[in-house]
């Protein structure tokens, strides 16, 4: 058991626990649950504490993702979160998989943000294979003309469309858990949590990198998102985008506006904590739930999108970079990692000494 210790006691904790995460500690249950629930007042002990964890692993270095919405809404899926959902009210765009020119111009667009991988995300519950070869002919060009890290997040996959994205260029697949599998028949019933499961693990088969995360703040406790943080871990994921829910009128969950800074900050905490050497991005929502407390997430975090985002805006690419130099951090520029190149290019935890 995680002990529950006084206030002063605390900075210890904190530091403690950090310092065993570095000597190879996997964090437990009790451990994660005293993490989200800790008092406010300790809070900058523990972004501290998780800043060792960060600082170890990725130095001062800020990854940046340009995200194009490459089809928008008209989606059979019913997840409650989502303004594209064939649930959801909301006033958004509607349009089909967009050309390879828009998405070329989404590839220049993310080269002119000095972001390093390019996100194209299309709505549905998975792409047909026409559209995969779309998106597979687009791609080649886009690594041919800019050498961007793609990412691709487009719903459910079989195991030819994942090969065909690989064979293609693709770098990663985007598919995200989004809430632990007790709650997720909560947000959603037109696919299950193990269908997710499923798309990972052919994504993985393919040899493509996985990037999957949640989103928090959906009406899930605390033990849920402490579940999906192992999840990912056993899961071995490159990339976990934590979002935290931007409420959208007209969907189910437009009432769910319960989070604050200070909790979201935890939730990073956590998910740095859970799975240190994986690459933690601040995603949808943070504008709306961090507010003035964004730049602190970057001491957790180290990678963000700098952009809009699917049917929501994000603040401006300058105000993004202005963070990242106030706080002064650097922003990645360069060729991209592989996924075996970022193993061994980490440092070992036993050689970080700070205390």
Request: a negative charge; aromatic letters at 6%.
């Amino acid at each position: 058991m995680f002990e529950s210790l006084s206030s002063e006691q605390d900075p210890l904790r904190w530091n403690e626990l950090a310092g065993r995460v570095l000597k190879g500690h996997q964090l437990t249950v009790d451990e994660g649950l005293s993490i989200l629930r800790s008092n406010d007042e300790d809070l900058l002990d523990l972004l501290a504490a998780t800043y060792r964890i960060r600082r170890t692993y990725f130095g001062h270095k800020v990854h940046l993702y340009f995200l194009k919405n490459a089809k928008s809404g008209l989606c059979p899926e019913d997840c409650g979160y989502c303004s594209q959902s064939i649930l959801s009210e909301a006033e958004i765009p509607r349009y089909a998989l967009l050309n390879e020119a828009k998405l070329m111009e989404g590839a220049e667009r993310a080269v002119a943000t000095q972001s390093r991988t390019y996100c194209i995300v299309a709505s549905g519950r998975g792409p047909s294979n026409r559209e995969v070869e779309h998106i597979a002919n687009t791609v080649a060009k886009i690594k041919e003309k800019f050498g961007l890290h793609i990412c691709c997040c487009l719903g459910l996959l079989n195991s030819e469309q994942a090969v065909r994205l690989k064979e293609a260029g693709v770098d990663r697949i985007n598919h995200n858990l989004n809430t632990s599998r007790s709650f997720y028949d909560s947000i959603c019933s037109t696919h299950s949590y193990e269908d997710r499961l499923r798309t990972l693990q052919v994504a993985r088969a393919a040899g493509l990198e996985l990037c999957s995360g949640l989103i928090v703040g959906m009406g899930e406790t605390d033990r849920d998102l402490v579940d999906v943080a192992f999840e990912l871990r056993s899961l071995s994921v490159h990339s976990t985008p934590v979002n935290f829910l931007h409420s959208i009128d007209g969907t189910p969950l437009a009432r769910e506006r319960n989070l604050d800074p200070r909790y979201c900050l935890k939730a990073l905490c956590l998910f740095r904590l859970a799975n240190p050497a994986v690459e933690l991005r601040i995603s949808g929502g943070r504008e709306v739930n961090l507010r003035s407390m964004q730049a602190m997430g970057l001491y957790a975090a180290n990678s963000m999108f700098v952009s809009d985002y699917l049917t929501t805006k994000g603040q401006s690419p300058e105000e993004d970079f202005a963070m990242v130099a106030d706080l002064g951090f650097e922003i990645v520029i360069g060729d991209h990692e592989t996924h075996s190149e970022w193993e061994s290019a980490q440092p070992s935890p036993a050689a970080e000494v700070v205390s």
